[in-house]
């Protein structure tokens, strides 16, 4: 449940969820004419500064890992930094820059996003923060955290004499 409803579609964020240290996107989700998407209507600094503002990045639990993953089309592994920070944070980063401009093109549509994104999420305390491992192939990003083991309480049988 979120305390922000969601009127243009899209997934639900959950305001309460520990583990996520999402950045706040107040457009994310936000309806934008295709219309108003072409090169005379949107100006230069703008589309230069749309960062990857929708990057979608799917987190799921397994028994042994967190998986994390990211589509990053177009982009090569060297753009992209996978970080963790001391207080259990992963951070993904990256940036994709601006297709460069010949004064002869002329530009009919610009739907592509360009620019720098960041997502950080708060790991939970049964990840193995010096086990992280990532890798990157036909543009998804996969971040495996593995879990500590549960140690199981170890029962013993105790004998009733008597």
């Known amino acids: 449940m979120s305390l922000i409803p969601s009127w243009f579609g899209g997934r639900h964020s959950n305001v309460f969820d520990p583990f996520s240290l999402d950045l706040w996107d107040p457009f ?33 639990e397994t028994p042994e890992a967190h998986v994390f993953k990211a589509d990053l089309p177009g982009l090569k592994k060297e753009e ?18 601006v297709e460069k401009e010949d004064k002869n093109d002329t530009w009919h549509r610009v739907e592509r996003s360009s620019g720098k994104f960041m997502r950080r999420f708060r790991l939970p305390e049964n990840a193995k923060m010096d086990q992280v ?26 004998e009733i004499s008597g």
């Open 80 to 97: 992209v930094k996978v970080e963790i920070e001391d207080d259990r944070v992963l951070q993904i980063s990256g940036e994709r820059n």
């Open 28 to 60: 994310k989700d936000f309806p934008i004419p295709s219309s108003s998407l072409s090169a005379s209507n949107f100006p230069q600094t703008v589309r230069e500064n749309t960062a990857f503002v929708n990057t979608r990045i799917d987190w799921k």
């Open 133 to 158: 491992k990532a890798s990157m192939e036909n543009g998804v990003l996969t971040v495996t955290v593995p879990k500590v083991e549960e140690k199981k309480p170890e029962v013993k049988a105790i």
